[in-house]
C-alpha cells in the first residue's frame, strides 16, 4: 500500500486542502496525477484529484483509502497543476476553484443534458401550426442532428419555449455526450504526414474504403467532412483521422489566398519576432500599429515560422465575434487549428482540449479561457487587443489573461507577443520601463492613409427639436456617402431605444427594482430592461413615484438612432448591430456579410461596429455620443473612452476611399475627445499617466479592491467597516502603510438586489496587498454576505 496526496474539491484559501490516502494495489495503476477520486473526509464523501505519490505509510499516520477512482483518464498534467498554484495564488482563489475554471466544464464528471427528438415530434404529430418560425427551424435541426445540448439549443429557441415543447412531449431530456459535431463547417484535408507511395497500397489491401476516400480527397486536396462522411462512411472517416492521414480543420483553407508582399514596416517587424522567436526567449514585445496597419498579417506569418520550427502557437483575441477578420485570416491558412471558447458545448470544449493534450494542434485561436489550452511544446503566445476588458475574468479566479500569458511563456521559455493600436496604460507604462520591447506601424497598408477627424461641438447648436441626435453636419457627411454609393457606420454605446424615462413632475428617473441604475426603454420588445440585472418590465405610462403622467423618454441607444436614421434617410439600406439585433444566431454574421457585399448603406451599432471589422468601402463613421463614454466614475473611463473612440475611427478609410469621423460632443477640449480627435496615443498617454501619477492609480501603484454586498444595507455597511477595522489593526506595525480608501457605497451602490460597499486600497508594494486580501478572505463572514477581493481591477465601479 502506498500513499497518495489528494487536493479536495473544496473551496479553501489557505492553506489548499490537500491530505494523504491509502491506494491498493489493485488502485495503483489507474491512481495517476490528476485523477478525479472519491474520498471521505470526515462523515463526508467527497471528490477530489490525486497529485502525487509518496512512499510508504510512515509510522503512526493513519489514512483513509481512497473509496474509488472516478472518470477514465487524468484531468491535468504536472505542468497544468503548476499554473493553477500560480493563477490561485496571485489572483486570490481557491485552487480548486482555479483548477475548474482552467479545465473544460464537466471533463469526467457528470455528463450534460441532451436534448433528443421524441417519436411525436419525428412523425410531426402535435407539431402545431401556432409554431414560431424559429420553433420550426429549430425542430428540423434537432431532427437532422438527432440530440443537441440543451445550452446549444438555446442559441436557436427560447428557454420557455423549449420547456413548452418538453411540456408537449415532443421532446426529451436524457444524460450524455454530444461527440462530433455535424454543422457541416468541419473540413478535410491530407495531411502532411500521409505518404501516398507507401501506405497507399497496403490502405487498398486492408481498409478498401479508407484507401477509396484517401484517393478522393487527394484529387480534391479538401472536403467537407459531412460529405466524406456521408461518402465512405463515419468509421472510415474516424479511422483516417486517427491514423493521422487526414486532418479535420474548421473552415475551407482558400489555396489560391492573396499572398501579399509585406510592406517595409512589416517585414521588419515579423523579421525582429522572428529572430526574437529563435533567439533567447522569455521576451516580450508590442506590436504597436495603428488600426489597418496590418497587425494580422504579421502575427499568422509570425505563426506559421513557429509552427515550422516545431513549435505550438496560442492566438488569444478579446471575443470571436469581434476579430473577425483575424479569425478568418487564421483558420483559412493554419490547417491543424482549434477554436476554443466559453460558448462552445461542453462536449466539443472537452474534445478539442483532448486533441490539443495530444499534440494534435498546432495552433490554438481563442479567448481568454484558452490561455490554459494545454499546448506542448509552446512557442508564441499572441494576444491581440491586449488592452481590452474581456482578457480579464470577473469572477473568481480573477485573473487577467496577459499576466497568465505571460507567467506561461516566461516558464516555457516562449515569446510573447502584444498587439494593439491603443495599448493599455498598463503595457504601456512597462514598455516606458523597458519590460516590453516596442515594434511599431506607423502607416497603414495600401494607398490608406488615417480617417480625418472632425469634433462637432454640439453646444453652438440651438436645441431645435429634429437635432438632438444628429446635428446637421453629420447629416450632411452621411447624404454625401449616400449619394456616392459608400457606407457610413455609426457607433453609439448604448442598446436600446433611451437609456432612461424622467419624470418632468417629480424628476425622478425610472429606475430597476433590484439595482441602482436606470432602466433602458426598447421599443422592439415594448419594454423597460435593466442592462445589469436583466430585469424586464412592461412599458409605463405613469410614474410609479408621483402618479404623474408627464414622463418623457431621454438619451438615445441604437434603437432610437436607428428610427431617427431611416426617418431622415427613407431611401437608404440601414441595418442595426447589437446583442438585441443580433440575438438568433447567425444574424450576426449575417449583417456583417451584407455590410461586406455593399447591401448596406449605414450601420448602426454597439462595440460591435467599433472593433475589428475590416470593410474598405466605409468613408464615414459618425460617434454619436462621444461624451457618454468618457464620464463614468471610474478613473479607466478616460482610457476606455479613448480606445473606443480611436477604434471605431479606424473603421473609416481603410480601403482606397479617404476616411472621416465625426465626433460629437458637448465637451469638445476635453484631453480625451482631443487625444481621440488627433489620434494620438502617446500624447493621450503622457497626459493621462499625468494624473495616474498623481492621484496613484494603476499602473503607476496596486490597487487591491474590497467589494462587501448583501441585501441588508446597515449589515453589509457595518461589515466593510469591520474589514477596514480589522487591516488598520494588521497593519498597525507595517513600515509602507497602503493608503486606504473607503469603504464606501461602490458607484452601483446597489446591484441584483444586493447593497454593494467598496474599500480601495492603494499601494506599490504587491506583495503587502496580495497578504491583506488573503488576511480578508480568510476572516469568518456572514453567510448571506458576499465578498469580493480583485488585485488591480480593471473596474471600480
Ligand atoms: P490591423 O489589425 O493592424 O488593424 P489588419 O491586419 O486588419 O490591420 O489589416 C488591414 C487590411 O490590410 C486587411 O484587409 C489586410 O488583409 C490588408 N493587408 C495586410 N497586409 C497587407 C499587405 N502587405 N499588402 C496589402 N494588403 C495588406
Ligand atoms: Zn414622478
Ligand atoms: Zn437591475
Known amino acids: 500500500m502506498t500513499l497518495v496526496n489528494v487536493l479536495l474539491d473544496l473551496p479553501v484559501l489557505d492553506p489548499p486542502p490537500i491530505y494523504s490516502y491509502t491506494v491498493t494495489e489493485d488502485q495503483q495503476q489507474q491512481a495517476a496525477m490528476g485523477r478525479r477520486v472519491l474520498v471521505e473526509m470526515g462523515k463526508n464523501k467527497m471528490e477530489g484529484w490525486i497529485l502525487s505519490h509518496s512512499q510508504d505509510i510512515p509510522a503512526g499516520v493513519q489514512a483513509k483509502p481512497i473509496l474509488r477512482i472516478l472518470g477514465d483518464q487524468p484531468e491535468f498534467n504536472q505542468s497544468t497543476w503548476e499554473l493553477?498554484?500560480?493563477?490561485?495564488?496571485?489572483?486570490?482563489?481557491?485552487?480548486?476553484?482555479?483548477?475548474?475554471?482552467?479545465?473544460?466544464?464537466?471533463?469526467?464528471?457528470?455528463?450534460?443534458?441532451?436534448?433528443?427528438?421524441?417519436?411525436?415530434?419525428?412523425?410531426?404529430?402535435?407539431?402545431?401550426?401556432?409554431?414560431?418560425?424559429?420553433?420550426?427551424?429549430?425542430?428540423?435541426?434537432?431532427?437532422?442532428?438527432?440530440?443537441?445540448?440543451?445550452?446549444?439549443?438555446?442559441?436557436?429557441?427560447?428557454?420557455?419555449?423549449?420547456?413548452e415543447m418538453r411540456s408537449r412531449g415532443l421532446i426529451k431530456m436524457v444524460r450524455g455526450r454530444r461527440t462530433t459535431r455535424r454543422d457541416g463547417k468541419e473540413w478535410i484535408s491530407v495531411s502532411e504526414v500521409f505518404d501516398a507511395f507507401t501506405q497507399l497500397p497496403i490502405l487498398r489491401k486492408r481498409a478498401p474504403r479508407q484507401a477509396q476516400a484517401m484517393e478522393y480527397l487527394m484529387g480534391l486536396q479538401q472536403c467537407k467532412g459531412q460529405k466524406m462522411e456521408r461518402q465512405f462512411g463515419r468509421k472510415a472517416v474516424l479511422s483516417l483521422i486517427e491514423k493521422g492521414y487526414i486532418i479535420r480543420h474548421s473552415g475551407h483553407i482558400d489555396i489560391n489566398d492573396p499572398q501579399y508582399t509585406l510592406t517595409e514596416d512589416q517585414d521588419f517587424c515579423l523579421q525582429e519576432l522572428i529572430k526574437a522567436a529563435r533567439g533567447k526567449r522569455n521576451e516580450e514585445y508590442l506590436l504597436f500599429g495603428i488600426t489597418g496597419s496590418g497587425k494580422t498579417e504579421i502575427y499568422l506569418r509570425l505563426a506559421q515560422q513557429v509552427i515550422a520550427d516545431g513549435q505550438s502557437v496560442l492566438v488569444l483575441v478579446p471575443e470571436i465575434a469581434l476579430t473577425r477578420h483575424l479569425t478568418k485570416v487564421f483558420t483559412e491558412r493554419i490547417p491543424r487549428l482549434a477554436v476554443l471558447h466559453s460558448s462552445m458545448t461542453m462536449g466539443d470544449r472537452i474534445?478539442?482540449?483532448?486533441?490539443?493534450?495530444?499534440?494534435?494542434?498546432?495552433?490554438?485561436?481563442?479567448?481568454?479561457?484558452?490561455?490554459?489550452?494545454?499546448?506542448?511544446?509552446?512557442?508564441?503566445?499572441?494576444?491581440?487587443?491586449?488592452?481590452?476588458?474581456?482578457?480579464?475574468?470577473?469572477?473568481?479566479?480573477?485573473?487577467?489573461?496577459?499576466?497568465?500569458?505571460?507567467?506561461?511563456?516566461?516558464?516555457?521559455?516562449?515569446?510573447?507577443?502584444?498587439?494593439?493600436?491603443t495599448p493599455s496604460l498598463e503595457t504601456f507604462y512597462r514598455a516606458a520601463q523597458g519590460q516590453v520591447k516596442v515594434l511599431r506601424l506607423n502607416q497603414r497598408v495600401g494607398d490608406a492613409s488615417l480617417p480625418r477627424v472632425i469634433v462637432e461641438d454640439l453646444r453652438?447648436?440651438?436645441?431645435?427639436?429634429?437635432y438632438d441626435i444628429l446635428s446637421p453636419f453629420l447629416m450632411k457627411c452621411l447624404q454625401d456617402q449616400l449619394d456616392q454609393g459608400r457606407q457610413s457606420i455609426?457607433?453609439?454605446?448604448?442598446?436600446?431605444?433611451?437609456?432612461?424615462?424622467?419624470?418632468?413632475?417629480?424628476?425622478?428617473?425610472?429606475?430597476?427594482?433590484?439595482?441602482?441604475?436606470?432602466?433602458?426603454?426598447?421599443?422592439?420588445?415594448?419594454?423597460?430592461?435593466?442592462?445589469?440585472?436583466?430585469?424586464?418590465?412592461g412599458p409605463v405610462s405613469i410614474c410609479p413615484v408621483c402618479g404623474s403622467r408627464a414622463l418623457q423618454l431621454q438619451g438615445a441607444g441604437t434603437e432610437r438612432v436607428e428610427e431617427e436614421i431611416r426617418l431622415l434617410f427613407p431611401e437608404a439600406r440601414v441595418e442595426r448591430l447589437d446583442t438585441d439585433s443580433s440575438r438568433r444566431r447567425g444574424r450576426q454574421e449575417e449583417i456583417l456579410d451584407m455590410m461586406q457585399s455593399g447591401q448596406v448603406d449605414i450601420l448602426i451599432g454597439t462595440q460591435m461596429v467599433a472593433k475589428g471589422l475590416d470593410f474598405p468601402q466605409v468613408s464615414l463613421v459618425g460617434i454619436v455620443d462621444a461624451d457618454s463614454m468618457i464620464s463614468l466614475p471610474d478613473f479607466r473611463a478616460g482610457e476606455r473612452g479613448f480606445q473606443l473612440m480611436v477604434q471605431a475611427a479606424g473603421r473609416a478609410g481603410r480601403g482606397p476611399v479617404a476616411g472621416q469621423v465625426v465626433i460629437q460632443t458637448y465637451n469638445p477640449d476635453h484631453y480625451v475627445i482631443q487625444g481621440a480627435a488627433s489620434q494620438d496615443y502617446e500624447g493621450f498617454f503622457a497626459q493621462e499617466i499625468k494624473w495616474r501619477e498623481l492621484l496613484q492609480y494603476p499602473p503607476c501603484t496596486h490597487l487591491l479592491r474590497i467589494v462587501?454586498?448583501?441585501?441588508?444595507?446597515?449589515?453589509?455597511?457595518?461589515?466593510?467597516?469591520?474589514?477596514?477595522?480589522?487591516?488598520?489593526?494588521?497593519?498597525?506595525?507595517?513600515?509602507?502603510?497602503?493608503?486606504i480608501l473607503g469603504p464606501a457605497?461602490?458607484?452601483?451602490?446597489?446591484?441584483?438586489?444586493?447593497?454593494?460597499?467598496?474599500?480601495?486600497?492603494?499601494?506599490?508594494?504587491?506583495?503587502?496587498?496580495?497578504?491583506?486580501?488573503?488576511?480578508?478572505?480568510?476572516?469568518?463572514?456572514?453567510?448571506?454576505?458576499?465578498?469580493?477581493?480583485?488585485?488591480?481591477?480593471?473596474?471600480?465601479?
Not at 441588508?712 to 480589522?726: F, G, V, Y
Not at 487591516?727 to 506595525?733: H, M, N, Q, R
Open 490 to 537: 455609426l457607433f453609439i454605446n448604448r442598446r436600446g431605444h433611451s437609456p432612461y424615462t424622467l419624470c418632468r413632475s417629480c424628476g425622478k428617473v425610472l429606475s430597476c427594482p433590484n439595482c441602482s441604475v436606470a432602466l433602458s426603454y426598447h421599443r422592439s420588445s415594448n419594454e423597460n430592461i435593466c442592462h445589469y440585472c436583466d430585469h424586464h418590465s
Open 708 to 739: 462587501v454586498s448583501g441585501e441588508n444595507e446597515r449589515a453589509a455597511s457595518l461589515t466593510a467597516q469591520k474589514i477596514k477595522d480589522a487591516i488598520d489593526e494588521a497593519l498597525d506595525a507595517q513600515e509602507d502603510l497602503p493608503v
Open 460 to 466: 453652438k447648436l440651438t436645441t431645435a427639436k429634429r
Open 745 to 797: 457605497p461602490c458607484p452601483l451602490a446597489r446591484l441584483h438586489k444586493r447593497f454593494r460597499f467598496q474599500i480601495l486600497l492603494k499601494s506599490p508594494n504587491l506583495l503587502l496587498l496580495s497578504s491583506i486580501g488573503r488576511y480578508i478572505i480568510n476572516r469568518e463572514r456572514k453567510a448571506d454576505e458576499r465578498l469580493e477581493v480583485d488585485i488591480d481591477p480593471l473596474v471600480t465601479m
Open 84 to 163: 493553477a498554484q500560480w493563477v490561485a495564488e496571485t489572483f486570490l482563489c481557491p485552487v480548486n476553484i482555479t483548477l475548474k475554471a482552467m479545465l473544460p466544464p464537466g471533463s469526467g464528471r457528470a455528463k450534460p443534458e441532451l436534448i433528443i427528438p421524441t417519436g411525436k415530434m419525428a412523425v410531426r404529430e402535435g407539431y402545431p401550426d401556432d409554431f414560431a418560425d424559429d420553433q420550426k427551424d429549430f425542430i428540423s435541426r434537432l431532427l437532422e442532428e438527432g440530440h443537441m445540448e440543451w445550452k446549444e439549443a438555446l442559441h436557436f429557441i427560447e428557454r420557455g419555449q423549449l420547456e
Open 351 to 421: 474534445q478539442t482540449f483532448k486533441r490539443i493534450s495530444e499534440g494534435e494542434v498546432d495552433l490554438v485561436l481563442g479567448t481568454r479561457l484558452a490561455v490554459f489550452a494545454p499546448l506542448p511544446d509552446l512557442g508564441l503566445i499572441i494576444l491581440d487587443e491586449e488592452q481590452e476588458n474581456t482578457f480579464k475574468q470577473e469572477e473568481s479566479p480573477r485573473y487577467h489573461t496577459g499576466q497568465v500569458a505571460r507567467f506561461r511563456t516566461q516558464r516555457e521559455e516562449a515569446l510573447l507577443v502584444l498587439g494593439s493600436a
